[in-house]
């Protein structure tokens, strides 16, 4: 699945999907999920009615932003796996097909994959730290390599057993990204601690392997965007702590501010002595970025203990059963979303 808003977008829209057709392990459909834009919608329909390969393209049947459209997407797809691309990435030839190989274990309800930074620039801004790679929906330093059992996957490049959604609910609208509007986050977050609530047993991991590359624009690779997306993470923090509880919430995010930055800070002040380009850049985008996200979570806090962010979790609809597929992942969804999770920048944090 593919989550779809802006005719900007369109030549990485075409992009996702060719990435998604030149997989070594074919999915059982392609759907394109248009949040809330009659154009797009009928430009997409019509370059894609003669497909060779099955893509459907949809309308965003709730509210506007990401989680909905998801919701959308998963209610009318056919397989008894989604997976989900970000509309401005692409996937490497063996993505679904390490994705297939995580839910040979039947506890596995969710395999994420690593994201990739494909800087418009051409290279990493000197001054941005590794370890904030989730600011522009990208994997981060400091999560584990490897094959690893996780809390959460990232949304704009993950998969899901039909299953999970059917036990704990869909997406939830009232966190995430709406379109162009503040870069908010931490919708894919909010849904695997759900998950992992319902489904007890539940196993959900990453794999290094899958990997899908993220496009940077350039108006990301600024220290604006930065700051303004380290506040909006602190802010969906907040309401993802106060819906399910501080200790899981936040359990991650503690590893990874004691350990993971001050050791990123720290590095930082190191390449700054020995007169490495960006070293003192970096460690002060780390502490400028945990300042602005404590910010943003205090904020968010208060917000949500006087009724703000109102979250909605509505059940998923059972899809129709899919028809044997040929190849492919057991009845496979293709999905993306473009924004942080990032839209769907997917991808998530972040």
Known sequence: MICVYTEDRWEDILAAVSSVHAQSLAALETLLVVDHNPTLLERLAKEYQDS???????????PRGLSAGRNTGIAAALGEFVAFLDDDAVAERDWLRHFAAGYADPRVMAVGGRTVPAWASGGRPAWFPEEFDWVVGCTYKG??????????VLGGNASFRREAFDAAGGFATGIGRDGDRRPLGCEETELCIRLSKALPDAVLIIDDRAVIHHKVPGAREGFGYFRTRTYAEGLSKALVAHRVGAGRGLESERRYTTRVLPRGVLRGLRDAA?????????????????????????????RARRGGGNITVAPI???????APAAGLPGAREDGAGGESEGREGATRE
């Open 52 to 62: 060779a390969r099955p893509v459907r393209v949809l309308a965003n049947a709730g």
């Open 143 to 152: 999560l584990p390599e490897g094959k690893v059992r996780v809390r959460n």
């Open 274 to 302: 020995l007169l490495r380009p960006g070293g003192a850049g970096r460690a002060g985008a780390i502490v400028t970025g945990v300042a602005a996200a404590a910010g943003g979570y205090v904020l968010g806090s208060v």
């Open 317 to 323: 609809p059972v899809a129709p059963v899919a028809v």
